[in-house]
Structures are given as structure tokens and as C-alpha cells.
């Protein structure tokens, strides 16, 4: 298992973004000039998730640092509080 940070390839990069239409899978908003893209993983490395473009997302750098490395369902009930 590799647990080091993501080195995706630009081509990779724009696939995914285009993929998720340059929406934020967690707050579903687009390009914010003061918040970077990030690629995040479905299911965590940690989690015996992989880094195939089926288990990445685009996200804002802040939504995925403030969710962490929960999973979907608990990461989007604390998102609603």
C-alpha cells in the first residue's frame, strides 16, 4: 500500500476535473480563486483505497482538509451541522 501524497499526472488532473464538471464534491461549488483544487480519495489509501481515477474527486483544498480522512457518510452529516 502506498500511503504517500498523490503525484497525478496533469492529463490525469484535467480528466478528473472534467469528470466532476470543476465542481467541489463536497461543497459543490466551483473554482474559488482563493481556494486551490485538490484530488481526493473515495475510499482513504488507508482504508485499502487506490489511486485509480475511479476512486479520486475533485475538491477545494479546504473542504478536503476539513474532512479528513472520514468516509462520505459521516463526512457529509458533519458538513451539515
Do not use: Q
Not at 1 to 10: H, V
Request: charged letters at 25%; a positive charge.
Amino acid at each position: 500500500m502506498n500511503s504517500r501524497r498523490l503525484r497525478l499526472p496533469m492529463k490525469d488532473y484535467l480528466h478528473i476535473a472534467e469528470r466532476d464538471s470543476w465542481t467541489c464534491h463536497w461543497c459543490g461549488v466551483g473554482y474559488l480563486s482563493n481556494d486551490p483544487w485538490e484530488i481526493d480519495h473515495v475510499r482513504p489509501l488507508a482504508d485499502g483505497g487506490t489511486n485509480h481515477a475511479t476512486n479520486l474527486r475533485l475538491c477545494h483544498r479546504s473542504c478536503n482538509r476539513d474532512k479528513g480522512t472520514w468516509h462520505d457518510s459521516t463526512a457529509r452529516e458533519a458538513a451539515t451541522r
